[in-house]
Structures are given as C-alpha cells and as structure tokens.
T-cell receptor
Framework: EPEVTQTPSHQVTQMGQEVILRCVPISNHLYFYWYRQILGQKVEFLVS????????KSEIFDDQFSVERPDGSNFTLKIRSTKLEDSAMYFC?????????????FGSGTQLSVL | GESVGLHLPTLSVQEGDNSIINCAYSNSASDYFIWYKQESGKGPQFIID?????DKRQGQRVTVLLNKTVKHLSLQIAATQPGDSAVYFC????????????FGRGTSLIVHP
C-alpha cells in the first residue's frame, strides 16, 4: 500500500538553528499538509499546499515557517530559527483529488527536539 | 471559539468487549467527520468517515454514529482486540469553505487481554 514517508524520524537541533523536515507524499496525491503534535496534545494543522502554493495556513504557521515542493516528489517544511516551543512531532500528510472532503494519509512523523 | 472535543480521555476495556468512544463538536457548519487512530510512534491512520447527510456508517468492526441535533459523534468498535489499543481522534472539517480537518484532543483506548 502506498504511504507517506518522512525523514528524518528524529531531529535534534540547537535553538536558533534552521531545520528542514522532509516528506515524500503519495505519488498521485495533489494536496499536501503539515501538522504538528506537541507531546500529549492534539494534532494541530499548520499548512496545506496545492498546485505549488499554500492554500491554507494556521496562526501557528508564522514567518519562521516555510514550505516547498522542490521537485516532483519531495515536500519540505523549513523552520528558519527554531525555538524551544517548536519541539514537537511534525506530521506530513497528503490527500487525493481536488480540494474537498478527502481523507488524509499521514506519515510516521519527525520528532523535532530543540535544545 | 468553535472546537472539537472528547468526553473521555482514557477508556479501558477487556478484550472482546465492545468499545464506544465519544466526541462532541460545536461547529454546526461541518460537513465531514473522520475518525483517526494513532498508535504509539506513528501518524494518525484513517479509520472511517461520515458526511453530515448520514447518521450512521459501518466499516469492518467499526461503526460511526452522527447525531447532528446534539452535535455528537461516536465510534463503536466491536469485539475490541489488543491491537486496537491506541489514541483515537475525531476530526471535522473546519467549515466556512475550509476543508482542513480539525482534530480533537484524543481518547486513549486501552485493551486488556
């Protein structure tokens, strides 16, 4: 069964450093998403991406965050200057078809630890 | 603001019992509801969905019930197995033209053998 893959599974970084989290969505999917989950809390939406541009973003997704689809397969989340409170599990997801009521397929996540 | 929430943070059941996980939602504009299962160390996994024009939908060992009158969603798992142990999230679309799933806090289901 096709799946969303994320690398690395765990990323440790120093406060103020830049990190890039990588994702390979399911190949025929058109919508891509980043969510995050702080330990013990709910899964929070960050951003959605379609047709090479951001379609929606949450208040969490401020100027220190950016997303990119650098080629036909990868989808990345960059955090420019990490803060302690950015420590969380970051999930990438993708969905098939046009914007609408679609189920999302999630990757296994990247655990980001900011020291 | 409007939100999705769960009544019970933890549910413990014996293997073979039926489980019911409940979810309250407050966004009357939501058209689509999904249940996700999250096992330890993994991302959320789709279980079953239901649209607002339905009140019940069945899958393999799972049933989702939607009561729009009281804005309540439930997930029923028949003959619960140890492999069902996980955190279960209900999610709704945000409404107002946004179809981004908004997650509730989650209920931890613990199945005792």
């Amino acid at each position: 069964e096709p799946e969303v893959t994320q690398t690395p599974s765990h990323q440790v970084t120093q406060m103020g450093q830049e990190v890039i989290l990588r994702c390979v969505p399911i190949s025929n999917h058109l919508y891509f998403y980043w969510y995050r989950q702080i330990l013990g809390q709910k899964v929070e939406f960050l951003v959605s991406f379609y047709n090479n541009e951001i379609s929606e973003k949450s208040e969490i997704f401020d100027d220190q965050f950016s997303v990119e689809r650098p080629d036909g397969s990868n989808f990345t989340l960059k955090i420019r200057s990490t803060k302690l409170e950015d420590s969380a599990m970051y999930f990438c997801a993708s969905s098939l078809g046009t914007k609408g009521l679609e189920k999302l397929f999630f990757g296994s996540g990247t655990q980001l630890s900011v020291l | 603001g409007e939100s999705v929430g769960l009544h019970l943070p933890t549910l413990s059941v014996q293997e073979g019992d039926n489980s019911i996980i409940n979810c309250a939602y407050s966004n009357s504009a939501s058209d689509y509801f999904i249940w996700y299962k999250q096992e330890s160390g993994k991302g959320p996994q789709f279980i079953i969905d239901i649209r607002s024009n339905m009140d019940k939908r069945q899958g393999q060992r799972v049933t989702v019930l939607l009561n729009k009158t009281v804005k309540h969603l439930s997930l029923q798992i028949a003959a619960t197995q140890p492999g069902d142990s996980a955190v279960y999230f209900c999610a709704e679309d945000a409404g107002g033209g946004s179809y981004i799933p908004t997650f509730g806090r989650g209920t931890s289901l613990i199945v005792h053998p």
